[in-house]
Each structure stands twice: as structure tokens, then as C-alpha cells.
């Protein structure tokens, strides 16, 4: 009983210091994302100071939710609303392919390490290699020429409506129908990488004593990896996510551009200027609303990852930072 307290209260300290660094790192950000510009261009806010002046912005934006507005022909659409009616959007493509990713990539190097030198391990390296060294927009534009139901090669109308997105609550099918490929091609390239760092931790756990162990008690190779090898590969994987996820969000933006996914990062060309049909210039209260919303993600789901790897392994509880 007292061990369980005790392992409680780790994890437990483990989460409040991660929370705290966590919202340090995201008001850090902040202070660079309304900086830069008053930085750079103080002409652009005549009579105000720098530090009074990003004090205001992060204050309106932290505690109001009050990015600005957006430029248009048709008068000032707040920034806030255009994120509030496209943001889940962005959830779902986030968490989809990360699921998608990590599970592609665990069975991947699962399969592989308990079939090593066959023709079908072969096979699913060389895809492995294909999908990370792929850039997800060429990927992306390559199944719309395969696949995409009007103009594709080889037409798939059942699974291929990226324009057609509904709500998953409103329609589910059609939440699937369009959001399948973005999932696939997102989280192809972090398949890749998932498969081959738990790929080389399962081989070299295969060497150690306990593992030899359970295989000369009999147990096929696929049980002896699936259940001694496997799972000190588990750490390796939260690690990566942490790391990936940077990464993961820029190719989110690129997926929304090629599949019209309605999520906010479809705002990004909006807010370089690329609309013709909208005022020329950067879209500045945009950028920072983008810049912002990309930083919280990518904190959450680092936060996220560590405290799987901390579940993983208690070591990390205690010591706050991975064992090597």
C-alpha cells in the first residue's frame, strides 16, 4: 500500500512539475510571437512602448481570447471566430494520425522483427524508408492522381471525398470518407520513423538475458517479441512523439492546403496574403493567432508524451527526464 502512495505521489509530482514547465514554455512563446513584430516593425504602432505594448497583446490574448482581427473586403472578421468554427478540425487530424502513425508503426516493426531477413520484412522496410524520406505534399498530390474520384487513375469513390467533410457528429461516414487519406498521408511519415527506432529497440532487446530466457522456454520468436521485447520499446516510442510532433504539426499544414481539411491552419495562406481575393500583405493578428495555436499544440501533446513515458517508466518520475 505505501509503495502504491508512493508511486502515486511521483507520478503525481512528476505532472505538476511537467504542467508548470509546460505553461512557462507557452507564455515564452507568447512573449515572442506578439515581440517580434513590435520588434521589427514599431512604425506599424506609433506611440506605443515595446514592453507596455506585448503586455497588452498577451493580456487581450491569453485572458480575453481577443486575437484581432482578420483582413477582408467584408469588414473585420475576428480572428477568434474563424479559429473557434475550424478548430476541432484540427484536433481530429492531429489525433487521427498520431493514433494511425503510432499504430502503423508498431505492428510495422512488430511484424519485422519476429519475420528478420524475410521477403515481406524486406518489403515493409523499403516502404518504411519510401514513406519517411516522401514529402507529405508529394505524397499527398501523388494519391490525388491515383485515386481522387473525378481525374484519379484508378478512381476510389467510397474512401476519397476530402472536399466532403462533416462534422463526426453530423455525419460520421462522411467524417471518415473525408478525413481517411489526410490521416494516411500525415501519419506515414511518423509510421516510418516509430517503425524503425522500436525496430532496433526490439532487436537489441532481443540479446538481453530475460528475453533469451523466454525463448528457451519454448516460446515462438512472435510471442517472445510481442511480449518481452516489445514493451521496453514502448519508451523509445513516447520519446519520439515528443520530438516528432513539431514536424507533425507543418505537415498538418501542408495536408489542410493539398485536402482542403477546414481546420485553422487552412488560414495559413489567408494570412501570408496568397488570396486574391482578399487585401495584399501578411495577415499579421492571423500569423500570431496560427503561430499560437500551433505552439499550444505542440506543448500539449509533448506534456502528453511525457507523461506516458513517465508511465512507462518509473525512473522517469522520479528523476524528471528519461533514463539512459
Known amino acids: 500500500m505505501g509503495r502504491r502512495y508512493r508511486n502515486n505521489g511521483a507520478l503525481l509530482g512528476f505532472l505538476t512539475r511537467r504542467l508548470f514547465f509546460a505553461a512557462v514554455v507557452l507564455l515564452a512563446l507568447a512573449v515572442i510571437d506578439f515581440g517580434l513584430y513590435r520588434f521589427f516593425r514599431p512604425d506599424f504602432y506609433p506611440g506605443d512602448s515595446l514592453v507596455g505594448g506585448v503586455a497588452h497583446d498577451m493580456e487581450r490574448a491569453l485572458f ?8 477582408s473586403h467584408f469588414g473585420c472578421p475576428p480572428v477568434r471566430a474563424l479559429w473557434a468554427r475550424s478548430w476541432t478540425a484540427d484536433v481530429y487530424l492531429l489525433v487521427g494520425g498520431l493514433a494511425l502513425g503510432v499504430l502503423a508503426g508498431v505492428a510495422g516493426a512488430t511484424f519485422c522483427a519476429a519475420r528478420p531477413r524475410s521477403l515481406a520484412t524486406r518489403a515493409v522496410e523499403t516502404a518504411g524508408m519510401l514513406f519517411y524520406s516522401l514529402p507529405v505534399y508529394l505524397f499527398g498530390f501523388g494519391l490525388l492522381l491515383l485515386f481522387e474520384p473525378t481525374f484519379g487513375a484508378f478512381p476510389l469513390p467510397f ?11 453530423s455525419d460520421p461516414w462522411a467524417f471518415v470518407q473525408a478525413m481517411v487519406v489526410p490521416w494516411i498521408v500525415v501519419a ?3 509510421a516510418a520513423v516509430v517503425l524503425r527506432l522500436m525496430q532496433a529497440g526490439m532487436l537489441e532487446a532481443l540479446e538481453t538475458e530475460y528475453v533469451r530466457t523466454a525463448a528457451a522456454k519454448g516460446l515462438s520468436r512472435r510471442s517472445v517479441v510481442r511480449h518481452h521485447a516489445a514493451p521496453p520499446a514502448y519508451q523509445t516510442v513516447a520519446s519520439l512523439i515528443g520530438a516528432w510532433v513539431p514536424t507533425f504539426v507543418t505537415n498538418m499544414v501542408l495536408v489542410e492546403f493539398v485536402f482542403f481539411v477546414p481546420g485553422f491552419f487552412g488560414q495559413t495562406k489567408r494570412a501570408l496574403g496568397q488570396i486574391p481575393e482578399l487585401p495584399p500583405g501578411y495577415d499579421v493578428p492571423m500569423l500570431q493567432a496560427l503561430a499560437l ?8 501533446v509533448s506534456a502528453l508524451a511525457d507523461l506516458a513515458l513517465a508511465l512507462l517508466d518509473p525512473r522517469v518520475r522520479a528523476t524528471g527526464r528519461p533514463v539512459g
Open 293 to 300: 495555436w500551433a505552439a499550444v499544440l505542440i506543448v500539449v
Open 64 to 71: 480575453h481570447f481577443d486575437f484581432g482581427c482578420a483582413s
Open 159 to 169: 474512401f476519397f471525398h476530402p472536399i466532403d467533410y462533416e462534422a463526426p457528429l
Open 188 to 190: 506515414a511519415p511518423l
